[in-house]
């Protein structure tokens, strides 16, 4: 809009440009499948997941803003009780192995932050990340791996089992197939990358080992910048 | 046994087994390790890819080689190999080991003996019977049964010092059928070969040599320089040198070599003789000679009495410088007869007197200096010998008494026959009666007497008479004197008044009389006419033994035997005599024996045979533990701690040294960081663990109730620690303690010169009453004398002691009753007025002795409670109080000084005194 009045002082048209302030509705989905329970030593995914999501809903909610879930079950709201239900969200039992992110209540230009292991589906992730950037919403993911995920430090006959059970597989020499299980997973990393990159979201990975306080520090920091 | 070469087995059918090892190899390769379940996050991740190995399912080759190995071992260790396994025909018949168990035998006995245990193992482990036959000692019937029968016989078998007869013969020769394993010597002995075709008879003949080389010593030649020793040997061929010691009794009567003299047997000599020359003193000593290094009877050469030679003294009171009158001399024959079985020494009678001879010849001597003191010479032993003479014809005596140093009166004057004055002709002499010394001896024709002197006829003449004219003349009488005896020929010593000095006889009767008056040479007939009997006997090693009684042997007997068990080599004595049997005879040669064909000899040196079995199992059992470290890390669980537990084991293992001995540094930080209290390690286990306790305990009340915390204390041994960082150190004296040397009493000395203090503590107080001195107060004055210690004595009423921290009147410890020594004050100061006390000492005392035994009241255990009992009840625990106040009270001493002493706290004191 035209600012008439300090226009009238010069010759130049000037334009004023309002901010209107409102809260920030940030949603938050926390991968509850058991493969997330998965803990070789300290924590488990889950509950570093859990942990780093919970924190930044505490600051962001000091902070003024509204949190809430992803998905249908917890509408963004601020104030204290919203930080409890989400905890209590965060701590769904599991159903199933892997999972993928539900973005099915997302505000159109809110926060997104799905925290997973993205061990699941791949197109179905793409799929909800797409949608939830066609609706303006600006997103990280922050992808929690267990150190021996990302090592794969097993030799000799070995029976992968996952954690619930139903998935198995069989390796007579574990130590051969790790080169190949890297670089899968670092296929997994990459392609999250790049779909991240191409809707102008965060990626990053972090792993069980590291301090929680770096995970939250990225964390926050990606929520600031928007691009 | 099943020989393959060098390995041989005991049980080969086992090794059949070594046929299953492929079975079991395909067996194991079909069977692959079972894998390991592991829940995993990413498996989502997994579920696409395949291994690259296909065949990884099967075990790997390395493990089954491992596998097999470990089978194969088990299996070979269990057949029982045996490493050069004993060539002896697998039989089953009876076997006889037959030693011959001789002198000969002696030096490598024990060798032997090793070697019969081994073959009757042998023969026990195929179950042959085996018998032991010992050839010097055939006991009883040979009865073949248990090798372990047999081999307590070998075990308690001892070689003996004869050679082996022929007696085995018969005991064999009604056997059955046997093989013979036989160690024999070198030396050939009779009957060797009919023993040796007897044993042929029953079966095989296994024969093992001895290998030392038989060395003996032939019989001592006595010379007027000294003795002729000789040596033979069995084989020539290489020179040798060996050393002969010569063993008497010294003159203080103790036994040991009196000389050493080396023998040096050329390249083919077999007999060696060396001439040792000895003063005859020392001849007279020698009891034995030996061959140093030969542990053999036959280097062995006892000495009798035939290497003795009597000290003879021939006195005739000639006057000197009558040289061309020699054969005139009275003493010439006599010399010439007695030099060659005597030595002969002269002087004057009183000289000859000191020297002690065995017997002393005068010759015409009337008139006799020293009469007392030869007739104590001649009743203590000797024998006197006296030759008539004019002089002695002349001399007045007194015929109705009698002279001690004559055997009977005599009459004046005397006879002469044979000459122009006389009737009759020259006597002959009359043959000698059996009780005479001359009994045996011939009586030659020509022996005349022309002149002698005569005895006076009495009742008692017939019983002095020893030798008699033909017609009845006593021609020598002798009279027995106390020990000794005193003989008187009728005749002069030279030719003047007869011809018996220039006659065989005279050499004969004189060395009779030297005889009696010394049991030295003899001739063969003595030795067969007595009995003798057995006191030292010699075994097979040399080594002589005292026996007890045994019967007497006749001398006959003796003379025709060799060395037998009823005539062993050793000391035979009959009366006063002496007589050596030895092993060798003058003319022994040893010869070696000689085998026929038949006969299968073994060499001793024979590799040993070593059984392999246990090697093997050993083998297998560590291929099973590498084994199961492989299949471990194959299936992958072999990873971070346990492989980090298992090198902590194997580290600490190997370095358990390194990591038990603290450092010097190490230490001295922990001793100065906090006040340490330290004690001396005396060594006695006990006593350190009582020390250790106490000073615990009194580190804990320190703790408990004053501002000084001192830590667990620690134990210092003077020689390797520091002293200078401990306070106080404890000291308790056990009797078993070493005492300090140079070093550690310099450390002890600038210990205490730094400012130390160190509590002796002798732990006697309850025995050591009114002054007595234990020997622990002994042993803690000689460990004080090295000390620089200032002046002591007992502590006085006033001392700082009694009032640096408690206030105390008496410091028991264990026990109540000792007196605390401690440094005397350096002035005999006098109390202040008002003050309760004297300003004794600027300084601590830097010592503190005494024998209570506090360590035992102080001890603490592990909980804090008091370790060991003292006093009775309630009152032992009030003196275990004070005994603690005592080393409260001590160790604030030694950390403040005479702090106590000061000013500041008489008003205090005065109150706390005062009520």
């Known amino acids: ?227 | 046994m099943n020989v393959f070469g060098v390995l041989g087995f005991t049980t080969p059918w086992l090794l059949l087994g070594l046929l299953a090892v492929p079975i079991l190899w395909m067996l194991l390769r079909a069977v692959p390790p079972a894998p390991t379940r592991r829940r995993f996050g990413g498996v989502a991740l997994l579920l696409r890819l395949t291994d690259d190995d296909l065949q990884a399912d099967k075990t790997p080759w390395w493990i089954l080689l491992l596998r097999a190995l470990v089978v194969v071992s088990l299996i070979v260790g269990l057949s029982g190999p045996v490493l050069n396994p004993i060539a002896m025909a697998d039989k089953t018949s009876d076997l006889l080991i037959v030693m011959e168990g001789s002198w000969a035998d002696a030096p490598d006995w024990a060798a032997q003996k090793e070697e019969a245990l081994r073959v009757a193992q042998q023969a026990a482990t195929y179950g042959r019977k085996v018998a032991f036959l010992q050839l010097t000692a055939p006991s009883g019937a040979v009865v073949f049964s248990a090798a372990s029968l047999a081999q307590k016989q070998i075990q308690t078998a001892e070689p003996k010092a004869w050679r082996p007869t022929a007696g085995a013969l018969e005991l064999i020769a009604g056997l059955g059928d046997f093989d013979s394993y036989w160690m024999a010597s070198e030396l050939d002995w009779p009957g060797h070969a009919e023993l040796v075709t007897e044993l042929l008879a029953h079966g095989q003949v296994v024969v093992s040599p001895s290998k030392t080389s038989s060395i003996g010593l032939l019989p001592i030649t006595v010379l007027a320089r000294g003795i002729e020793v000789h040596a033979i040997r069995l084989q020539a061929g290489k020179p040798w040198q060996i050393r002969v010691d010569l063993i008497g009794l010294d003159p203080s009567g103790i036994e040991r070599s009196l000389q050493t003299i080396g023998l040096a047997f050329e390249v083919d000599e077999l007999r060696v003789s060396q001439v040792v020359e000895l003063p005859q003193e020392m001849r007279n000593r020698i009891s034995r000679v030996i061959l140093t290094g030969h542990r053999s009877a036959s280097a062995v050469r006892l000495a009798d009495d035939r290497i003795k030679r009597p000290e003879i003294a021939i006195l005739s009171g000639k006057i000197a410088g009558r040289e061309g009158l020699t054969l005139l001399s009275s003493d010439h024959y006599l010399t010439q007869a007695l030099s060659p079985v005597a030595d002969l020494i002269g002087g004057t009678l009183e000289d000859v007197l000191l020297a002690n001879p065995d017997m002393i010849v005068l010759a015409d001597m009337a008139q006799i200096g020293a009469k007392a003191a030869l007739e104590d010479w001649v009743t203590q032993g000797g024998t006197l010998i006296r030759f008539a003479g004019p002089r002695l014809a002349a001399a007045s005596f007194n015929s109705q008494e009698d002279n001690p140093l004559l055997p009977v009166r005599l009459r004046a004057g005397g006879r002469t026959v044979g000459g122009a004055m006389s009737w009759g002709a020259p006597k002959t002499l009359q043959a000698f009666e059996v009780h005479t010394p001359f009994y045996g001896l011939p009586t030659p024709d020509e022996v005349r007497v022309t002149a002698q002197v005569l005895a006076e006829p009495g009742p008692n003449l017939a019983a002095h008479v020893i030798a008699r004219l033909n017609d009845g003349t006593p021609l020598v009488t002798r009279k027995l004197l106390g020990q000794g005896q005193v003989v008187l020929f009728h005749v002069t010593a030279n030719t003047d008044w007869s011809n018996l000095p220039i006659s065989g006889l005279f050499v004969s009767m004189l060395e009779r009389l030297s005889v009696i008056g010394f049991s030295g040479s003899f001739e063969q007939q003595v030795l067969t006419d007595n009995t003798w009997q057995l006191v030292q006997v010699l075994d097979a090693f040399g080594s002589l033994k005292n026996v007890g009684d045994r019967a007497g042997v006749k001398g006959e007997f003796l003379a025709l035997e060799g060395v037998t068990s009823e005539t062993p080599a050793g000391v035979y004595q009959a009366d006063d005599r002496r007589w050596a049997r030895n092993i060798l005879k003058q003319d022994s040669v040893f010869t070696a024996t000689s085998w026929p064909t038949a006969v299968q000899l073994v060499g001793q040196v024979a590799p040993r045979s070593k059984a392999l079995g246990a090697w093997f199992l050993v083998a297998a059992l560590t291929l099973l533990a590498v084994d199961i470290l492989v299949a471990l890390s194959i299936s992958g669980k072999l990873r971070g701690g346990p492989i980090v537990a298992l090198a902590c084991v194997v580290m600490v293992g190997l370095s358990a040294e390194d990591l038990a001995a603290q450092t010097a540094q190490d230490r001295a930080i922990q001793a100065t960081r906090d006040v340490v209290l330290a004690y001396v390690k005396t060594g006695d286990v006990a006593q350190d663990e009582i020390s250790h306790a106490g000073l615990t305990g009194l580190s804990l009340a320190l703790n408990q109730r004053t501002s000084i915390e001192p830590v667990s204390p620690m134990g210092i041994s003077l020689g390797s620690n520091e002293l200078a960082f401990y306070p106080l150190l404890y000291w308790p004296i056990t009797l078993g303690q070493n005492r300090p040397n140079v070093d550690e009493l310099r450390k002890l000395n600038r210990y205490i010169k730094g400012g130390g203090m160190i509590l002796f503590d002798t732990r006697d107080s309850e025995i050591a009453l009114f002054g007595k001195s234990t020997k622990e107060g002994r042993l803690l004055q000689e460990i004080a004398a090295g000390l620089n210690l200032p002046p002591i004595s007992p502590i006085l009423q006033d001392h700082v002691l009694t009032r640096s921290f408690y206030l105390l009147q008496e410091f028991p410890g264990r026990s109540a009753r000792g007196t605390i020594w401690v440094e005397a004050p350096q002035s005999s100061e006098h109390a202040i007025e008002g003050m309760p006390f004297r300003n004794l000492n600027d300084g601590v005392t830097p010592v503190v002795i005494g024998g209570n035994d506090w360590a035992a009241a102080w001890a603490v255990d592990k909980a804090g409670q008091p370790l060991l009992p003292i006093g009775r009840g309630m009152s032992g625990e009030r003196q275990r109080e004070i005994a603690l106040r005592f080393g409260i009270n001590l160790i604030m001493h030694v950390l403040t000084g005479n702090y106590k002493s000061d000013q500041v706290h008489v008003p205090e004191l005065l109150k706390r005194l005062g009520e």
């Open chain 1, 1 to 227: 809009m035209i600012d008439w009045r300090r226009s009238a002082r010069a010759d130049d048209r000037y334009v004023r440009e309002n901010e209107w302030q409102a809260a920030q509705s940030v949603q938050f989905w926390v991968d509850t499948s058991t493969s997330m329970l998965f803990a070789s030593q300290g924590v488990s995914k889950h509950q570093r997941a859990a942990t780093l999501a919970l924190s930044v809903a505490i600051l962001l909610s000091n902070a003024g803003e509204k949190v809430g879930s992803s998905d249908k079950l917890l509408p963004a709201k601020s104030g204290r009780a919203q930080i409890s239900a989400l905890a209590h969200l965060f701590n769904r039992t599991p159903d199933h192995d892997f999972g993928s992110p539900q973005a099915d209540d997302l505000k159109p230009h809110s926060i997104a932050v799905f925290v997973s292991d993205f061990f699941g589906d791949f197109a179905e992730l793409e799929r909800s990340v797409t949608a939830a950037a066609d609706q303006q919403v600006y997103g990280a993911l922050l992808m929690v791996l267990d150190p021996q995920e990302v090592s794969f430090p097993f030799s000799g006959r070995t029976l992968f089992e996952s954690m619930s059970g139903d998935l198995r597989h069989e390796s007579q020499k574990a130590d051969g197939l790790r080169a190949k299980y890297l670089s899968v997973l670092h296929d997994r990393q990459v392609a999250l990358a790049s779909l991240a990159q191409s809707v102008g979201w965060q990626f990053h990975c972090h792993t069980t080992d590291q301090l929680a306080s770096s995970g939250l520090m990225w964390l926050y920091q990606a929520l600031e910048y928007r691009r």
